[in-house]
């Protein structure tokens, strides 16, 4: 491949990723959690297989990591980092540390960052896990900086366990979910990503303009002269009646066939070669086999191996990065394995990890 090509397929790649990175924004402003879990799927898959990402892409790969942390940021269960102390959003207290450079506004940094510090405590207290909370806030003391002033009011916060204390409630979840999105948009009012986007805007925009255009000029014919429509209408009708008839195979009252004299002795004989093999006629899918009993011949003697997919492998590193492992059956229930189980997952990694994949 010469030097143009390879810069060609470079940037195609980059108009890909910047696609698939304002569909992950899209359906996380829209709190499309299925939607957006699909968005985050592709786009992990097409940004880890790049090896030179660029500044901006980087950036760009960095934002999605946030986003993933904030949209499960309810979900104690969900961990991205090695220790299962550290939760959703702590998680993305630390990643927002790495996007300092892309808020212009200082004001909105610092505002998101203590947003984070206090429903971080918070969400431990929503569910009930006080001891969490309160692990939650001695990691943020020595991972994160807290303020001293924040950390004594959090402190009595968690003592008292008043999930509806003043400060809870002025920097709720849903003002840091909008703080979020006020960033978002100023970020992509600055990197719009949005070539492909504008340029399937353009496709479509033309496609409805010309079926107006069509139904415009039907409009007119049909108001300029209805009965040569109607008569025009009746002639194609007509037409396709007479084709029909002519296509129809003409019946015949007696078989061409010549009928041969019946010899007892070779009835057996020729009902065997006339019946052909019921296996070779009868295929039954397996939705409709359903319920019915399986003969020898229905019973296969041996299951192949299915071999794994590309797509299947990425779907587990995705998996483990985000669960970790031995959470095979969450991993099997979020992400697509066509005819897997958990043992099958978890025999995979292992190969994996054996092979360095």
């Given at each position: 491949m010469c030097e143009r090509e390879e810069e060609e397929e470079r940037v195609a790649r980059s108009w890909m990723m910047d696609f698939c990175f304002r569909s992950v924004c899209?359906?996380?402003?829209?709190?499309?959690?299925e939607r957006f879990n699909h968005n985050i799927r592709l786009y992990e898959a097409m940004v880890d297989d790049e090896c030179d990402l660029?500044?901006?892409?980087?950036?760009?790969?960095?934002?999605?990591?946030?986003?993933?942390?904030?949209?499960?940021?309810?979900?104690?269960?969900?961990?991205y980092d090695p220790s299962d102390r550290?939760?959703?959003?702590?998680?993305?207290?630390?990643?927002?540390?790495?996007?300092?450079?892309?808020?212009?506004?200082?004001?909105?940094?610092?505002?998101v960052r203590h947003l984070l510090f206090i429903q971080s405590v918070c969400v431990c207290l929503e569910k009930g896990n006080a001891q969490l909370a309160e692990d939650a806030l001695q990691w943020l003391e020595k991972e994160a900086a807290l303020p001293e002033k924040l950390q004594r009011k959090l402190s009595t916060v968690v003592t008292k366990k008043d999930i509806y204390d003043q400060l809870l409630v002025s920097f709720s979840y849903s003002r840091l979910l909008d703080r979020i999105n006020t960033f978002l948009d100023r970020?992509?009012?600055?990197?719009?990503?949005?070539?492909?986007?504008?340029?399937?805007?353009?496709?479509?925009?033309?496609?409805?303009?010309r079926a107006e255009r069509a139904e415009a000029e039907q409009d007119y014919l049909e108001s300029k002269s209805p009965s040569r429509t109607a008569e025009v209408s009746t002639n194609n009708e007509a037409n396709r009646v007479s084709e029909e008839l002519s296509l129809r195979p003409k019946k015949k009252l007696f078989s061409t066939k010549t009928l041969q004299p019946w010899k007892p002795e070779t009835a057996k004989k020729q009902l065997q070669l006339q019946l052909p093999r019921r296996t070779s006629i009868l295929k039954v899918?397996?939705?409709?086999?359903?319920?019915?009993?399986?003969?020898?011949?229905?019973?296969?003697?041996?299951?192949?191996?299915?071999?794994?997919?590309?797509?299947?492998?990425?779907?587990?590193?995705?998996?483990?990065?985000?669960?970790?492992?031995?959470?095979?059956?969450?991993?099997?229930?979020?992400?697509?394995?066509?005819?897997?189980?958990?043992?099958m997952l978890k025999d995979r990694w292992r190969t994996m990890k054996k092979l360095g994949i």
């Open positions: 899209s359906s996380y402003t829209r709190s499309h959690r660029q500044e901006d892409q980087q950036m760009k790969r960095t934002i999605c990591c946030f986003l993933s942390r904030i949209m499960d940021g309810k979900n104690l269960e969900v961990h550290v939760t959703p959003l702590m998680s993305a207290v630390k990643v927002w540390e790495f996007l300092s450079e892309a808020v212009d506004d200082p004001a909105l940094y610092e505002n970020f992509l009012e600055k990197h719009p990503s949005d070539f492909l986007q504008k340029s399937a805007s353009k496709v479509v925009q033309a496609r409805l303009e899918s397996r939705r409709s086999s359903k319920g019915l009993p399986k003969t020898g011949a229905d019973i296969p003697k041996y299951k192949s191996k299915k071999k794994w997919t590309w797509e299947e492998d990425m779907n587990l590193k995705s998996g483990v990065r985000r669960y970790g492992e031995g959470k095979w059956t969450k991993i099997l229930e979020e992400f697509q394995f066509e005819g897997r189980t958990s043992v």
